[in-house]
């Protein structure tokens, strides 16, 4: 099993940053992807960006190029970098790991973006 706790979240002015950390504990090593999700208020649980054990990332349309995903091996840690951020940013996000048989959530982080 592996377990995951987010941190980092809260409010912040529209154009602001935050950075959000996932610790990752448990069977670490067959972890193959990570991933970080979001889920607004009345809306379905989307993926905002994903990084391979290879280190290849991909981000949803909506936050490429102002979200940036990053993980420390060593320090068994995923990061979410999150610039110029927007009120439609609000959401609750979810650290996500996935061994190939079984994905693995945290119990989410808020983050609330309004003027």
């Known amino acids: 099993q592996v377990q995951l706790v987010e941190s980092g979240g809260g409010s912040v002015q529209p154009g602001g940053s935050l950075t959000l950390s996932c610790a990752a504990s448990?069977?670490?090593?067959?972890?193959?992807?990570m991933a970080w999700y979001r889920q607004a208020p009345g809306k379905q649980r989307g993926v905002v960006a994903t990084i391979t054990s290879g280190g290849d990332t991909n981000y949803a349309d909506s936050v490429k190029d102002r979200f940036t995903i990053s993980r420390d091996v060593a320090k068994k840690m995923l990061y979410l970098q999150m610039d110029d951020l927007k009120p439609e940013d609000t959401a609750v996000y979810y650290c996500n790991a996935d061994d190939t048989m079984r994905n693995f959530w945290g119990q989410g982080t808020q983050v609330t973006v309004s003027s």
């Open positions: 448990g069977a670490v090593n067959s972890i193959n992807a």
